[in-house]
C-alpha cells in the first residue's frame, strides 16, 4: 500500500509536468513517503531528514516534502524537528502534494495538510505512475476498524472506506488496456470490503470477469473476515491466484486476547482448514510478532507450533516495538530486545528450512510464470500463480508474459528453471 501511494504522488507530479531525477543530489524536490508500523522504520525519516537537511545547506533551492503515516501521526512536530521540511502531508490527501508544493515555493513557508476527511481515492486512475510493467497495485479500500493492541495503522489511516466497485473495474479495464496483465487489489483489511449490497467475494468476481486480465490478487486479509464465499472465489474464479496473505500474529491464546485480534488459535487453524478443503493446493504467508509484552517462552512456542501445523509458504515475522497511542504501548515492552531477536531468528531459521523443502518438492515440475522482471546477464524471472519466484535464462522481451518453466533448481527464497514455452 505503501508503494502505491509512492506511485500516486509520483504520479500526480508527473501529470503536472515534473519529471523523476535519477537521484537525491539532482532532485530539486525530494518526496519521503512514510510508514509508522514499527518503530525502525519511523527512526529511517529522522535518518533521511538529516541527510537532505545536509543537501539542502549546499542547495537552498531544493524542497523537501514528508508525507504518509509518520507524518499524519506526528504532524507539525516534524516541522519543529527538521526546519528544512517544505511540504507536510498526511495519508488522505497525497493528491495535492503538487499544490502544496507551488504553495512553499510561493510563500517561502512551509505547507501542510493533514486533513483526514479528504477524498482517500482522488488520484486519477490514470496518473498513478505504475513502478511495475506487469502487476499494478488498485486500491480496493482504505483504512482499517480493528483494534489490534499492537496497531498503529487505524490512527494513521483512519476508518474503513470502500471504493465503488464500478471505479475498481473502471480501473482494473483501463489498466488491462494499457497492458498490465495481473492486478493486485489492496486494503489493510481488503476482505472486509463492502460497498453497498457489494462485498469482497462479489468484488472479485466483477474484477476476474474483466476480459484481457491474466491475473488477480489481493492483501491484506484478517481472518475475522474470511467466509465460505472466500474459499468459494479462491476454487472458482479463473484468474484470481490460489494465494493467500493472512496474519496469525501469535499462536498463544492469552497474547491473542490481549492483542484483541478477535480469533483465537483454533479458530485460525479451523478457517485455514476450511479454505483448504475448497481449494487445496492454496498458498498460504502470515505475519507474526514475537516478544508482544508478556510473551513467554511457552508463549512463543505456541506459535512454532501454529508454523509447524500450517507450513506457511512464506512468512513475515516481526520483534514487536511499541507504537505511540496503541493499547500495547500502556503495557511494560518486557521483553528484552536480544530475546526478540532470538525468538525472531528462530522463526526466520524455522521458516528458511520449510521454503527450503517446500521448493525442493517442485523440482521436475513445470511452473507457469508471468514475467516480471528483467534480472540482467540474460536472466529473468517471475511468479508462479502460488507467488514463488523462478529465475531462467530468456530475452527481455519476455516481460509481462506468460510462459511455461520446468524448475530444476530450488532454494529458500526462490526456485530456477528452463524456459520449455511461450503461452503468450
Ligand atoms: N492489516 C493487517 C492485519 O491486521 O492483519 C496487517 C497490517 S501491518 C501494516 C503489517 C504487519 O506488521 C502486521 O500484521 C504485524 O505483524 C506487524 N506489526 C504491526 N504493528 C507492529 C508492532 N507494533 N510491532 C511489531 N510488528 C508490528
Not at 504522488?9 to 515534473?18: D, F, I, N, T
Not at 519521503?32 to 535518518?47: G, M, S
Request: overall charge negative; aromatic content about 6%.
Amino acid at each position: 500500500m505503501n508503494v502505491n501511494d509512492s506511485e500516486k504522488v509520483a504520479g500526480v507530479l508527473r501529470a503536472r509536468g515534473h519529471e523523476p531525477a535519477p537521484d537525491a543530489e539532482s532532485a530539486d524536490f525530494v518526496f519521503i513517503n512514510t510508514c509508522a508500523v514499527r518503530e525502525k522504520a519511523a527512526q529511517k525519516l529522522d535518518h533521511s531528514l538529516d541527510r537532505l537537511g545536509w543537501l539542502k545547506r549546499r542547495r537552498p533551492e531544493l524542497r523537501v516534502g514528508v508525507g504518509g503515516c509518520v507524518a499524519q501521526l506526528d504532524g507539525r512536530a516534524i516541522l519543529e524537528r527538521a526546519g528544512h521540511v517544505d511540504v507536510l502531508v498526511g495519508t488522505h490527501n497525497l493528491r495535492r502534494v503538487p499544490d502544496l508544493l507551488d504553495q512553499a515555493i510561493e510563500e517561502g513557508a512551509p505547507a501542510v495538510d493533514l486533513d483526514r476527511k479528504a477524498d482517500a481515492f482522488a488520484v486519477p486512475a490514470g496518473d498513478i505512475a505504475h513502478g511495475s510493467p506487469v502487476r499494478a497495485y488498485v486500491t480496493a479500500m482504505e483504512g482499517c476498524n480493528h483494534v489490534c493492541s499492537f496497531c498503529v495503522v487505524p490512527r494513521t489511516r483512519g476508518p474503513e472506506v470502500s471504493r465503488p466497485p464500478e471505479q475498481i473495474v473502471a480501473e482494473v479495464e483501463s489498466l488491462v488496456r494499457r497492458g498490465y496483465p495481473e492486478v493486485m487489489l489492496l486494503g489493510q483489511t481488503v476482505n472486509a470490503y463492502r460497498h453497498r449490497d457489494v462485498g469482497f467475494a462479489d468484488l472479485l468476481a466483477r474484477v476476474d470477469a474483466v476480459p484481457g486480465l491474466s491475473r488477480l490478487r489481493f492483501t491484506t486479509s484478517h481472518p475475522e473476515h474470511v467466509d465460505r464465499s472466500l474459499g468459494s472465489a479462491l476454487r472458482d474464479l479463473e484468474r484470481l491466484c490460489p494465494y493467500l496473505h493472512l496474519p496469525f500474529q501469535s499462536g498463544s491464546d492469552r497474547v491473542l486476547q490481549s492483542m484483541r485480534r478477535g480469533h483465537t488459535r483454533a479458530r485460525y487453524l479451523e478457517i485455514i482448514d476450511g479454505l483448504r478443503e475448497a481449494v487445496p493446493d492454496l498458498a498460504l504467508s502470515s505475519d507474526v510478532i514475537v516478544g508482544y509484552p508478556g510473551e513467554t517462552q511457552g508463549e512463543f512456542e505456541d506459535t512454532l507450533a501454529v508454523l509447524e501445523t500450517v507450513r506457511f509458504d512464506s512468512l513475515f515475522a516481526f520483534a514487536y516495538s511499541p507504537r505511540p497511542g496503541t493499547a500495547a504501548a500502556l503495557a511494560p515492552d518486557d521483553v528484552p530486545a536480544a530475546e526478540k531477536q532470538r525468538r525472531l531468528q528462530v522463526v526466520l531459521d524455522y521458516q528458511q528450512r520449510r521454503q527450503r523443502e517446500q521448493h525442493a518438492a517442485r523440482v521436475g515440475l513445470t511452473e507457469e510464470v508471468l514475467v516480471d522482471t528483467i534480472d540482467g546477464g540474460g536472466r529473468v524471472s517471475g511468479r508462479t500463480p502460488h507467488f514463488r519466484i523462478v529465475h531462467f535464462d530468456g530475452e527481455e522481451g519476455l516481460l509481462g508474459q506468460l510462459v511455461r518453466v520446468k524448475v530444476t533448481g530450488a532454494g529458500p527464497n526462490a526456485l530456477s528453471g528452463q524456459l520449455t514455452q511461450a503461452i503468450h
